[in-house]
């Protein structure tokens, strides 16, 4: 620490300043990302929501009449979001009526107890 020592009042005050306005600038840029990221997610989810319902509302025909053909051409409608990388429609005995995956992203499906979830939170 002799270099402080033998700093000119001007360093050793400007030292302080410096080090108090990048400690700033971390916590600004900190909480720019962590805000930027729940709005995005946010606006994720609202997409997915309102995507889903008319999905949901189009599908109800193709599932009353078990055509997987014309459900499998109303779910394609999710390509539309690039953000959507699966969707599954669950049919009343838990079992996988039709699912999209997009082809270029890596994808798994619900496992029975996310099935199960599903079936008694009643998701869309």
Do not use: C
Not at 82 to 101: M, T
């Amino acid at each position: 620490m002799k270099w402080i020592e033998n700093a000119s009042l001007r360093q050793r005050l400007s030292l302080p300043i410096i080090i108090f306005a990048l400690s700033l600038f971390v916590m600004f840029h900190g909480y720019n990302y962590v805000s930027t990221y729940k709005t995005e997610k946010d606006n994720l989810i609202n997409r997915i929501k309102i995507l889903s319902i008319g999905v949901s509302l189009n599908l109800k025909p193709a599932l009353i009449l078990d055509d997987k053909a014309t459900a499998n051409k109303i779910l394609d409608t999710f390509s539309a979001d690039e953000a959507i990388l699966q969707a599954v429609v669950i049919d009343n005995d838990g079992q996988i009526f039709i699912e999209y995956k997009k082809t270029t992203q890596l994808s798994h499906a619900p496992n029975a107890e996310l099935k199960q979830q599903m079936l008694i939170d009643g998701y869309p």
